[in-house]
């Protein structure tokens, strides 16, 4: 058993002299195209101000319909579109989430205080 272990079979160099075959696989790399759906669903779901959200999630499953037929061009384009209204939609939402903010520590207070003054309480 020993002996049928170290028994190695030297290679050398091919037998026929024939030309030497070959196959090459050409792989053609695929356009990535980000369609944004999950920042769209995010949006449509917490910052659908003006209906944004909604409006980026509709481009982004045209983006990701485009993609699956294979027009890249036609999926970049949605997705373009997707990604700027899932970023207005972003801004707004934040701008509108301060200003509920502001106006419940500032002002709501004030309301409060002048409704209970002038009731009498």
């Known amino acids: 058993m020993i002996r049928e272990q170290h028994e190695v079979s030297v290679l050398g160099a091919p037998q026929?002299?024939?030309?030497v075959m070959s196959t090459v696989v050409?792989?053609?790399t695929d356009t990535v195209v980000p369609d944004h759906i999950i920042w769209s669903l995010f949006n449509t779901l917490f910052f659908n101000t003006c209906c944004l959200g909604f409006v980026a999630f509709a481009y982004s499953v045209k983006?990701?319909?485009?993609k699956m037929v294979?027009?890249?061009?036609?999926a970049q384009s949605y997705a373009s579109t997707a990604k700027c209204l899932n970023i207005w939609a972003v801004i707004l939402g934040i701008i509108t989430t301060i200003g509920l903010i502001v106006l419940l520590v500032?002002?709501?207070p004030g309301v409060i205080q002048a409704a209970m003054?002038?009731?009498g309480f």
């Open 16 to 19: 026929n002299s024939g030309p």
């Open 26 to 28: 050409n792989i053609q």
């Open 63 to 66: 983006s990701r319909d485009r």
């Open 70 to 74: 294979g027009d890249v061009i036609g």
């Open 106 to 108: 500032l002002v709501l």
């Open 117 to 119: 003054h002038h009731t």
